[in-house]
């Protein structure tokens, strides 16, 4: 899977979520839009819809029993947490390639 | 995308034997289609009843399993958190490690991974019921227990903290603490234990599995939308 691809899923994901009415279909989705942490639109709530139904998209695509662990994320310091679209794309990216633990 | 089965799924862990076995049993009987799990072979050979053999100390193992269930079945309606150790009952100042252990693996790290993932099966489609199983040593502050009561005192603490999580989007979770419940498990912690905790109870007789099987009803059903994030004590005032 490349970046653009998992891209892709997480837009799948969030227009889901507009959907369900839990995103404003205003919102504009780009690699550096903020998913968790200020600035961020969705709420705890939302997030967490969000990552389950992102978490099966990633398994159904790469064929493979795959989980995301937020503090595998390199780049995503959970004291400070303020992780983008393009930061959960490169983890993606890492974690269906197998380079994660 | 397959389709969800038509009937009802229950979820129960620790299905094999004991109170997981007679809850299987029952609501096999009220249509439900259960999923069981048990870490030795299934003791159940029904049409609807499907086992795994899981052990659910193992994050590992409970993800396979639940994401399976999700596969295959597409839904998860009601969770029974059972899985749990009952064992001889010591003070705390000679309470073995591999004991205390044995109660954190299964209580503790058990129902956690287990709602967790089934939670994230919930979350998907906004609805619910989740309920695990506590003790009436939590209440009673049972002497001998201080193992067993603490794992199962953070079993009704992470049930009520998932309540106020998953609220918004209508899924319940409670938990009952069923009075004593004579199974292999507690004939095998002796006549005199099972005569101390009698002695305590309000209602001084052993529950029946269809006294427990009717809270879980009662928890389970559409109606009880409103009741999260509470205990219910059977056979106590507490």
Request: charged fraction near 20%; glycine fraction near 8%; proline fraction near 3%.
């Amino acid at each position: 899977m490349n970046e653009q691809q998992a891209i892709d899923l997480i837009k799948s994901s969030l227009q889901k979520l507009v959907n369900n009415g839990m995103l404003s279909k205003d919102t504009v989705v780009s690699p550096e839009m903020v998913l968790l942490g200020i600035g961020s639109p969705l709420d705890s709530i939302g997030f967490v819809v969000f990552v389950t139904d992102l978490e099966e998209r990633v398994s159904h695509e790469t064929h493979k029993d795959l989980y995301l662990v937020l503090n595998e994320i390199q780049e995503f310091n959970v004291n400070q947490p303020h992780l983008t679209i393009a930061v959960l794309a490169k983890y993606i990216v890492q974690l269906s390639a197998g380079q994660m633990a | 995308m397959k389709k969800p089965v038509a009937q009802q799924v229950m979820v129960i862990t620790g299905s094999s034997k004991g109170m997981g076995k007679a809850i299987a049993q029952h609501f096999l009987k009220e249509g439900y289609l259960v999923v069981g799990c048990s870490r030795g072979a299934t003791t159940l050979d029904e049409e609807n009843y499907h086992h795994t053999q899981v052990d659910v100390g193992d994050e590992t193992q409970v993800r396979a399993w639940v994401r399976g269930i999700k596969d295959r079945f597409q839904r998860i309606d009601v969770l029974v958190c059972n899985a749990g150790s009952v064992q001889s009952a010591l003070l705390m100042a000679v309470t073995p490690n591999d004991i205390l252990q044995t109660f954190i693996r299964s209580h503790i790290l058990g129902t956690y991974y287990v709602c967790r993932e089934v939670s994230k099966v919930m979350v998907g489609v906004q609805s619910g019921r989740i309920i695990t199983v506590s003790s009436l040593g939590v209440p009673l502050h049972l002497e001998g227990t201080s193992a067993y009561s603490a794992t199962k005192s953070a079993v009704i603490e992470m049930t009520k903290i998932l309540a106020k999580e998953l609220a918004p989007l209508g899924i319940t979770c409670n938990s009952f603490s069923p009075a004593l419940f004579l199974t292999e498990a507690t004939n095998e912690m002796g006549k005199e234990w099972a005569a101390r905790l009698l002695e305590k109870q309000t209602i001084k007789r052993a529950v029946s599995a269809d006294e427990i099987c009717n809270v879980i009803s009662f928890l389970a059903s559409p109606q009880s939308g409103a009741i999260t994030g509470q205990v219910i004590n059977m056979g106590l005032v507490s």
